[in-house]
């Protein structure tokens, strides 16, 4: 499995952003997908993760309500769009996807990065204040 992201960029706090994960390869094995992001010289962080065969997205709690994951399954493709954005949001962020069905209906495991098998390269968002 192939995992492209694109969409990141520059944008001033207040705008919003959305940014793309497009899977390509085995893509029936997966059972999730999501997004993590790291900042500067911060560790990586869970923001968001979705179940591809239904079921309640799972936020970071200082994100929900802000960011929003969503998917296509018919082009293998996730979502997330960012709202409000603050300077704080900026980092990598890198998308992910699982083969564990765990991370579709527990969220402590959703958020373990240990069990996502695949990621992708990273795009880079910033946000001037």
């Known amino acids: 499995v192939q995992l492209q992201a694109s969409g990141g960029g520059l944008v001033q706090a207040g705008d919003s952003l959305r940014v793309s994960c497009a899977a390509s390869?085995?893509?029936?094995?997966?059972?999730?997908m999501g997004w993590f992001r790291q900042a500067p010289g911060k560790e990586r962080e869970f923001v968001a993760s979705?179940?591809?065969?239904?079921?309640?997205?799972f936020y970071a709690d200082s994100l929900k309500g802000r960011f929003t994951i969503s998917k296509d399954n018919a082009k293998n493709t996730v979502f997330l769009q960012m709202d409000s954005l603050k300077p704080e949001d900026t980092s990598i962020y890198y998308c992910?996807?699982?083969?564990?069905?765990?991370?579709?209906?527990?969220?402590?495991?959703?958020?373990?990065?240990?069990?996502?098998?695949?990621w992708g390269q990273g795009t880079q968002v910033t946000v001037s204040s």
């Open positions: 992910a996807a699982s083969t564990s069905t765990l991370t579709t209906y527990v969220k402590d495991y959703a958020t373990r990065q240990t069990l996502y098998n695949y």
């Open positions: 390869g085995r893509t029936r094995s997966l059972d999730a």
């Open positions: 979705v179940s591809l065969s239904g079921g309640t997205p």
